[in-house]
Each structure stands twice: as C-alpha cells, then as structure tokens.
C-alpha cells in the first residue's frame, strides 16, 4: 500500500522535474542565462525538515548496525598479521614463504566468488545475505582456532575469502537504496570508519589476549580467533533479524516516511528504485570507458590499502623490539586514519565534488611510504619514521570511500552499479596478492621493495583519479556549451540517467 502510493508521488514529481528542466532549458535559450536548475528546484517536492529527520531515523537505525558489522568483517580478515607476530608461523611448521601464500590465498576466492554472490544478494536482498555472509566469515574464524598445520589454515583461508567476498559491494549498495548521492560518502566513512577502528582494535585486544595465561590452548594466539569468530556469529544472528529489507519494509518509519524515502532515491540516487536485477543489462556498465578509468584506480589503491591492512605490524617491528608493543603501536595509526577519513569524506560531501579528495589521499599514501623507505636509520629518527605510518593510514582510508562512492553516484541503474562495485572492490582486494608476495621475510625488517612498489602504485592512483576527474569536468563544460547551458550533476534528477553518459542530460559527479 505504500509502496503504490510513493510510487504514485515519484512519477508526478518525475513530471514536475522534467517539466522544469525543460522550462528552464527554453528560458535559457531565450534570455541566454546561465542558472538552469538548482539543487532546490530538484529537491522542491521535498522537505528539508522532513528529510533531516528521516536521515538521522537512517543514521540511528542502520549506520551503528553496519559499522558494527563491517569492524567484525575487518577484525575477522586482519588478525593474521596480530597472530603473526605473536608466533603464528613457527607454532604451526610453516616453511619459507608459506605465511605469504595463506595470506595471499585469501584474495583469490575473494575475487571469483565476489561479482556472483553479489548478484544473489542483490535478487534476495542484502538484508538477508549480509547476515548470512557474516555468520558463515564468523565461523571460518572460530575454525581457524583449531588449525593444526599449514594445510589446515590454507583451507579455511580460502573458505574465508569466499564469505567475505561479497561483504563490502554489498553494504554500499544497501546504503544507497537509502541515501541520495550527495549524502553517501559521509555515511560510508562512518561505516568504513569501523575498518581502522577494527585495525586499532585489533591491536589493543592483541596485546591483551597475548597476555593471557591459560592452559585452555596451547598457543595464545588462538584466543584472537575464538573471540573475535564467536562475538562475530552472535552479532550476525542478530543482524539478521534487525535490518530491514528496504525503507518500505522498515519498521520504523511510517507510511508518509516511506513515501519520502522512495522519492528521494527516485530523483537522487537510482534511475528505478528496487529494481530487479538483470544480468545483461548490468554488464552494459563495461561498454563505458571511464569504468576502466576506476578499475584502475582500484588497482592502484589496493595494494597500499592491503599493505597498511595486513602488514602494519610488521613494518612497524621495525621501530620496537617487544612483540607484545608492537600490536600497540599500530593503534594510533589506525585511529588518525578513522578521523582524516571523516574529515575527507564529509569535506567530500559538502563540496559535492570526489576526485580531489582521492588524489589527496593517494599523495598521503606515496609520501608515507617513501619516507619510510628512505629512512636509513628509523631508529635515529624515530618519530619521523612512525609518523610516516600514520600517513600511509590517512591515504588508505579515505581514498578507498571516496573511489567507490564516485563511480556510485555515477551510476544510476542499479544493477551496473552493483556490477561495478562487485568488481572494483574485490579488484582492489586482489591486489593484497601483490602486497603479500612484496613483503618478503628475506627482506626484514626494512621491507624496502614492498615500500617502494607500495609508493609507486600511490603516486599512479593519484595521477590516473587526476586524469579521470578532468576528463569529467571537461565534458560538462562540452555538454553544457552544446546544448547552451549550465547544468551540473545535482541539477539532473537520475530517474531520467538510466542510460548514463549517452542521456544528453547526463552530468558527471565530479
């Protein structure tokens, strides 16, 4: 019932926006003036107040649940590098390079199975599927407690990248059934915030678990897994019955809310809304050019973003000598990467305005890792060398939001959009394979060629994001003198952006 009759809302202030394009359109052309349609006429049939209060409903109700659910996700794919350094390798036998290839298997299924699972969560809703991919990542955790040998891990392992894969295209894909572009980066920062959080928490509950003595296990370590994997099931339980399906099926708000949050996504986020997915159309996403462009950004931020994620306790071994310290040492990074991320991200939002903030945080990440890597002695200048590290955190974080909500807001069919993200995010995961194998145990406690590749794919990422965000600030300015306007993309309503740059009304999010 309310879903017809926000339906019925949508499509009348469908007409009235596009009456009023197409107004302005003709006005313009007769009187030569630059102010086409601002953000308000867009948002006219809305009320501010009314939004303001559903959003922070939204930001109550859904925000601390994600972010909850996305920390035990990152706690449950990092706490290898924490048991690492507490023993991992030589309790269980490992060989020479073995530590390198179950950290690096991990990203393989991570990949392969990530654009299919999608696709499953997007038919059965991610309401559901998140859930159920967090008690099945929850389980191969508590399983990881039990391992005895190489052979065991290196499974579970694999199992565990499989029930991660789809983890994180599927959240951002949730949150924009929910918010309008404009609004997205500041609430996946807040989401994405949990990541650092979970990397500082990660080492704050290391350096307690370490300590403990019991005669339960037989190595610490294993303590990391049963915590974290047995916390991870109970929260999913809950998950499962808490989130709801869509805003019309949530349980909080009332018939009139749902109205208003259909017709927002309907003129600020998807060209249908809740639309079924359809394989062949969604895959039309790669006849675009600049969908190459962001795949490649994602290339270029993944390995920085799995170097901090998976070895920054071991670059930061460099700077102490106690095993139990080290842990500590990585949660300040950590925590300031959560706050620049915020600032980015919100600054972000405001602006409206994405790539140079990614090009931002790639400069962080190339000068963080250079310095590092050129300090002969980090001994004799300790504290540049550990404030290096709190750099390589602040470029990781932010530009990893900042991408994925670019090319989303770009991207008005929901079904391309899901495809990009179910591709691009686990893309930028794969890259953790070049960051495992570049992290050479022959090569510590320097790690200087990981250091520098490190760096090198920063500076690349930031040059590419660069390109890519002029590209797209010329061709508005093309698009707008051919047709003799000044149209930007918040003054486009994306149910008419269905077919993307080939609409002649299409406006890049910049």
């Known amino acids: 019932m309310a879903k017809d009759g926000s339906l019925g809302l949508a499509d009348s202030d469908s007409g009235q926006i596009q009456k009023g394009v197409s107004d302005h359109r003709v006005s313009n052309d007769a009187e030569s003036s630059h102010v086409v349609l601002s953000e308000e006429t867009t948002a006219a049939v809305i ?135 404009g ?30 003595q019991s005669n339960l296990v037989d190595h610490p370590w294993r303590w990391l897994f049963i915590i974290e994997g047995s916390v991870t099931v109970c929260f999913a339980v809950f998950a499962f019955f808490y989130l709801p399906r869509s805003a019309a099926e949530a349980r909080f708000l009332n ?41 490649i950004i994602e290339i270029c931020l993944g390995v920085p973003l799995q170097a901090v994620s998976l070895f920054l306790p071991q670059i930061v071994q460099r700077l102490v000598s106690d095993t139990v310290t080290i842990n500590l040492y990585t949660v300040a990074p950590n925590i300031t990467g959560a706050v620049m991320l915020l600032i980015l991200a919100f600054t972000s939002d405001g602006l409206r305005i994405r790539f140079p903030f990614v090009c931002l945080g790639f400069a962080f990440t190339f000068i ?49 959009r899901l495809t990009l993200t179910s591709v691009g995010v686990p893309l930028a995961n794969l890259m953790g394979l070049v960051a495992s194998y570049a992290f050479q145990e022959k090569d510590a406690p320097k790690y200087a060629p990981a250091l520098i590749t490190t760096a090198c794919f920063g500076a690349t990422g930031c040059l590419v994001a660069a390109c890519l965000g002029l590209f797209m600030m010329w061709d508005n300015q093309r698009r707008n003198r051919r047709q003799g306007v000044r149209l930007t993309a918040k003054d486009v309503p994306t149910h008419q952006l269905r077919d993307g740059p080939r609409v002649d009304e299409f406006r890049w999010f910049l």
């Open 368 to 416: 963080g890792f250079i310095i590092y890597a050129a300090l002969p002695d980090v001994h004799a200048q300790v504290r540049v060398a550990y404030f290096a590290t709190f750099m390589m955190c602040w470029g990781t974080s932010a530009p990893s939001v900042l991408l994925s909500t670019w090319y989303n807001n770009n991207v008005a069919h929901e079904g391309e």
């Open 255 to 295: 018939e009139e809310e749902k109205a208003l949050a259909y017709r927002r996504i309907q003129v600020d986020s998807s060209s249908i809304v809740n639309e079924k997915f359809n394989l062949k159309e969604s895959l039309k996403i790669f006849k675009r050019p600049t969908t190459y462009g962001f795949l």
């Open 183 to 212: 609004e997205l980066a500041r609430r996946l920062a807040i989401f994405y915030a949990a990541s650092n959080t979970a990397n500082a928490f990660s080492g704050l509950l290391a350096f307690g678990v370490l300590r403990i």
């Open 47 to 181: 009320d501010s107040a009314a939004e303001k209060a559903l959003c922070r409903k939204f930001d109550f109700r859904l925000l601390p649940v994600l972010a909850v659910m996305y920390l035990f996700n990152a706690l449950d794919k990092g706490n290898l590098g924490n048991a690492q350094t507490a023993g991992l390798s030589k309790d269980l036998n490992f060989q020479t390079g073995q530590y390198n290839q179950i950290v690096g298997i991990f990203f393989v299924p991570f990949v392969v199975f990530a654009p299919p699972l999608s696709m499953l969560g997007k038919k059965y809703g991610p309401a559901r599927a998140l859930p159920i991919l967090m008690f099945c990542f929850g389980s191969f955790t508590l399983l990881t407690a039990t391992t005895t040998n190489f052979g065991g891990i290196f499974a579970i392992r694999w199992f565990l990248g499989i029930a991660e894969s789809a983890f994180f295209p599927l959240v951002i894909y949730y949150q924009t059934t929910f918010y309008r572009r």
